[in-house]
């Protein structure tokens, strides 16, 4: 049904607008309690698919099964009770910053149907962190621990925030956030935030990571910190990747974030042309992320954790991350173009290649 009637029509709408309206649909599903009781139930056994196979331990947590929901599709923790009705064995939610911002101007998601991709120029647009702390401590306290999702809490700098006083910010969503996720994510790889990307040279970023994992270690329970990258980087800022989180000592890496690129697209160069400047998510980006991962893995060693993300649609997609070297993955593009089944689609190809 998803594929025949509601895609296409949410497909009709602006790319933002559909996003809003699906949010707000399920908000409302899963709000009623006459309706929650009915269609809950329902999402869950048509779309929840488990198995022992499917299990992951990583980080010191385990995941019902590695596929993640990745960080923008629910910036606020608006949904994250609903959406772990469609099979996801984690969410990652944000990316959140101190002080709410709306984002770039409208239109700022667009959508690349000949290349099952995405572009998008949103701009860290969120209710900021204090905004999503009740939500999310809402679901730690309303959902027993034995069916909480994992929960990642992706944390980035404001816009006006300058980069000399990037460290700030990200100190204080990791201290706004820490009691209520299970793992950070650094977001320093969105091409969305001017001059964002600057922060993953060797010197600042080494001065982000240590000066956060200082105060994670002041913790009685220190969480999983992982660094988001961006899959434009070449093999020697990679190398200097890898030797930031071998001094960091972070649990890891997420692979990749957009792109900037435009190569080998489908869609026309005048069209892709108007829709002008942003990240560039789907297929397009499918194996380069792999090849990036797999760098990595031949590269850091066995104990380096790496999420991976990039062009994963189908359980296929999936598998050639995880061969690659990816101890999890995420998705975004290939919900939005496969729709609630998605997961469950991966996770019994997983199961399947799992017995093999």
Known sequence: MYQSVIKPWLFRKDAEE???????????????????????????????LEHPNLERKVMGLTFKNPIGLAAGFDKDAVLINELSAF??????????????????????????????????????????????????EHYRQSIKAENRLIIG??????????????????????????????????????????????????????????????????????????????????????????????????????????????????????QVSEIGAGGLSGKPLQHHSTQIIQYLRNNGGKKLVIIGVGGIFTGEDAIEKLEAGADLVQIYTGFVYGGPVTVKNINRKLIQHFIS
């Not at 996003?19 to 929840?48: C, D, E, G, K, W």
């Not at 701009?123 to 905004?131: A, K, L, R, V, Y």
């Not at 992706?154 to 910010?169: F, H, L, M, Y």
């Not at 240590?210 to 990679?238: C, G, R, V, W, Y």
Request: aromatic share 8%; glycine share 6%; hydrophobic share 35%.
């Open 18 to 48: 559909a996003h809003h309206f699906a949010f707000q649909s399920l908000q409302n599903a899963f709000r009623m309690p006459l309706l929650n009781q009915i269609i809950a139930p329902v999402i869950r056994s048509r779309y929840t």
């Open 87 to 136: 099979g996801f064995g984690f969410i990652e939610i944000g990316t959140l910053t101190p002080k709410p911002q709306a984002g770039n101007p409208k239109p700022r998601l667009f959508r690349l149907p000949t290349d099952s991709a995405l572009i998008n120029r949103m701009g860290f647009n969120n209710g900021g962190i204090e905004d999503a702390i009740p939500r999310l």
């Open 153 to 270: 809490g992706n944390i980035g700098k404001n816009k006006v925030t300058p980069n000399s006083e990037a460290v700030r910010d990200y100190e204080f969503c990791f201290e706004q956030l820490f009691d209520w996720v299970d793992y950070f994510t650094v977001n320093v790889s969105s091409p969305n935030t001017p001059n964002l990307r600057d922060l993953q040279e060797k010197e600042p970023l080494t001065k982000l990571l240590s000066i956060l994992q200082e105060k994670n270690h002041q913790k009685s329970n220190p969480k999983p910190i992982l660094l988001k990258i961006a899959p434009d980087l070449t093999d020697f800022q990679l190398d200097d990747i890898l030797d930031i989180v071998q001094t960091t000592r972070i649990a890891g890496v997420i692979a990749t974030n957009t792109t900037i690129s435009r190569s080998n697209l489908i869609t026309p160069e005048t």
